[in-house]
């Protein structure tokens, strides 16, 4: 007899390893809009503007921290402490360990601190690695802390004024005696500096939102929302989500970052944008679609049936009891 537990387990794992960015499903209902508007390209201005462009250090300047960072990480890597015992970091883009562990082997002692304060004295203890002043580390704001089969897997925040760095999180896993086994930085700025007093309104930076993905700007009507974020009624009705908006900051460079609003926008059926805007000018610095089409071969009928066809989900038509197999070919029945 067939397995339907057993496939929804498998299929969910294989949905999950094939899409992790698919956070957003499609709304029901929203295909039938009088105005479907155009799916816009994800946009990052730091892959279009020229690095001389940017706020702060010029080109020079920037490729001389990257590289000074990069050196930093290789002296570290001959060192005693590390040589020839199975450590390996890999920088990000601003040349900071993206991905810092040794083979087999923990990179600290075993401590009965807590996880949070394992965490914090580790970055203290390698600051050549992780150039972060004091008042950062102490400033990071510890987003989740998880346990799972013995590891604790921590993540916290960068932070300016209580303003999070956008993808500037660092993650840690610990294992169970509180030993630290993997670092690694995303989109860290270490020593920020900038004003974090907005120009424009958070009501003006939502209407360059929709400015942005050509959209006449409307009245807005607030709504309240939780954790200090601002939310305002979604013009296209009450079928899409409210409109939120709230402070953050923006990386440019390995040492410099704009103050910019992130605003959530649910524009249609297809097109659900998390939007950066410049705090300053009203300028474009990031858009991407929240929803993430993958496709996949399905059973339209039955698993026992041997034609399947290429499709793209999440599809509308899909009925109860068809059967995906996603993009790493695992078979799951779907009702």
Do not use: C
């Given at each position: 007899?067939?397995?339907?537990?057993?496939?929804?387990?498998?299929?969910?794992?294989?949905?999950?390893?094939?899409?992790?960015?698919?956070?957003?499903?499609?709304?029901?209902g929203k295909t039938g809009d009088a105005v479907r508007l155009p799916v816009l390209a994800d946009f990052d201005v730091r892959d279009s503007a020229p690095l001389?462009?940017?706020?702060?250090?010029?080109?020079?300047?920037?490729?001389?921290?990257?590289?000074?960072?990069?050196?930093?990480?290789?002296?570290?890597?001959?060192?005693?402490?590390?040589?020839?015992?199975?450590?390996?970091?890999?920088?990000?883009?601003?040349?900071?360990?993206?991905?810092?562990?040794?083979?087999?082997?923990?990179?600290?002692?075993?401590?009965?601190?807590?996880?949070?304060?394992?965490?914090?004295?580790?970055?203290?203890?390698?600051?050549?690695?992780?150039?972060?002043?004091?008042?950062?580390?102490?400033?990071?704001?510890?987003?989740?802390?998880?346990?799972?089969?013995?590891?604790?897997?921590?993540?916290?925040?960068?932070?300016?004024?209580?303003?999070?760095?956008?993808?500037?999180?660092?993650?840690?896993?610990?294992?169970?005696?509180?030993?630290?086994?993997?670092?690694?930085?995303?989109?860290?700025?270490?020593?920020?500096?900038?004003?974090?007093?907005?120009?424009?309104?958070?009501?003006?930076?939502?209407?360059?939102?929709?400015?942005?993905?050509?959209?006449?700007?409307?009245?807005?009507?607030?709504?309240?929302?939780?954790?200090?974020?601002?939310?305002?009624?979604?013009?296209?009705?009450?079928?899409?989500?409210?409109?939120?908006?709230?402070?953050?900051?923006?990386?440019?460079?390995?040492?410099?970052?704009?103050?910019?609003?992130?605003?959530?926008?649910?524009?249609?059926?297809?097109?659900?944008?998390?939007?950066?805007?410049?705090?300053?000018?009203?300028?474009?610095?990031?858009?991407?679609?929240?929803?993430?089409?993958?496709?996949?071969?399905?059973?339209?009928?039955?698993?026992?049936?041997?034609?399947?066809?290429?499709?793209?989900?999440?599809?509308?038509?899909?009925?109860?009891?068809?059967?995906?197999?996603?993009?790493?070919n695992v078979d799951a029945y779907l009702d």
């Amino acid at each position: 007899m067939f397995n339907l537990t057993a496939v929804r387990v498998v299929f969910l794992l294989g949905a999950i390893v094939a899409s992790p960015a698919w956070g957003q499903s499609r709304a029901e209902g929203k295909t039938g809009d009088a105005v479907r508007l155009p799916v816009l390209a994800d946009f990052d201005v730091r892959d279009s503007a020229p690095l001389e462009a940017r706020s702060g250090p010029g080109a020079d300047g920037t490729k001389a921290i990257v590289a000074g960072r990069r050196g930093v990480i290789d002296t570290f890597l001959a060192s005693p402490a590390a040589a020839g015992r199975g450590v390996r970091i890999a920088p990000n883009r601003y040349g900071l360990p993206k991905t810092f562990f040794r083979e087999g082997h923990a990179l600290s002692a075993p401590s009965t601190a807590q996880p949070e304060d394992i965490a914090r004295n580790f970055l203290r203890a390698h600051r050549t690695l992780f150039p972060l002043t004091a008042p950062e580390v102490d400033g990071l704001r510890l987003v989740s802390q998880d346990g799972s089969g013995g590891a604790v897997f921590l993540a916290f925040h960068q932070t300016l004024n209580g303003i999070d760095v956008f993808n500037g999180q660092i993650k840690f896993t610990l294992s169970a005696t509180g030993e630290v086994i993997h670092a690694g930085a995303d989109e860290v700025v270490p020593e920020l500096h900038l004003s974090t007093k907005p120009r424009l309104s958070v009501e003006e930076a939502v209407s360059a939102a929709f400015e942005k993905i050509g959209m006449a700007a409307p009245a807005l009507s607030p709504v309240a929302l939780t954790e200090g974020k601002k939310g305002f009624r979604n013009p296209r009705g009450q079928r899409f989500s409210p409109i939120t908006a709230e402070l953050a900051i923006f990386p440019m460079t390995a040492a410099s970052a704009r103050l910019a609003y992130r605003v959530f926008l649910e524009a249609g059926s297809e097109s659900w944008y998390e939007l950066l805007i410049d705090a300053e000018s009203g300028d474009l610095l990031f858009r991407h679609n929240l929803y993430v089409h993958a496709q996949g071969r399905v059973w339209q009928q039955s698993p026992m049936d041997t034609a399947r066809q290429l499709v793209t989900f999440p599809s509308d038509w899909l009925p109860a009891g068809g059967t995906v197999t996603t993009g790493n070919n695992v078979d799951a029945y779907l009702d």
